[in-house]
């Protein structure tokens, strides 16, 4: 079982900055820090794609090239939470943002997981 809650979206000026945070819960999360998690952003009629992972240790981290620079992920493995830091934000980093694991599909087959929160709306205006 696996349960992600996103939390810290808004409605921000460019420029502006915004920490979302990921709650994770359930049955496979009672081992959190062994897996790889990630943050995923759908804009209006795109399809979903990954922003942002985070090894289980924290200790590597990797970004799209688009949001390099600005963006931070970080996780608490304690607190069983992944956050991202969004700085300098652009228009064009409206979207849904959500957290999950970092390879979706190799989770699918392992675990059978097909889940997705709700994820968090984040606004950039112009």
């Known amino acids: 079982q696996v349960q992600l809650v996103e939390s810290g979206g808004g409605v921000v000026q460019a420029g502006g900055s915004l920490r979302l945070s990921c709650a994770a819960s359930?049955?496979?999360?009672?081992?959190?820090?062994?897996?790889?998690m990630g943050w995923f952003r759908q804009a209006p009629g795109e399809e979903r794609v990954f922003v942002a992972g985070?090894?289980?240790?924290?200790?590597?981290?990797r970004t799209v090239d688009s949001v390099k620079g600005r963006f931070s992920i970080s996780r608490d493995n304690v607190q069983k939470m992944v956050f991202l830091q969004m700085n300098n934000l652009k228009p064009e980093d409206t979207a849904v943002y959500y957290c999950?694991?970092?390879?979706?599909?190799?989770?699918?087959?392992?675990?059978?997981?097909?889940?997705w929160g709700q994820g968090t709306q984040v606004t950039v205006s112009s």
């Open positions: 359930g049955h496979t999360f009672k081992n959190f820090s062994i897996y790889n």
């Open positions: 985070i090894s289980g240790s924290g200790r590597r981290t």
């Open positions: 999950n694991f970092e390879n979706v599909r190799l989770a699918k087959v392992f675990i059978s997981n097909d889940y």
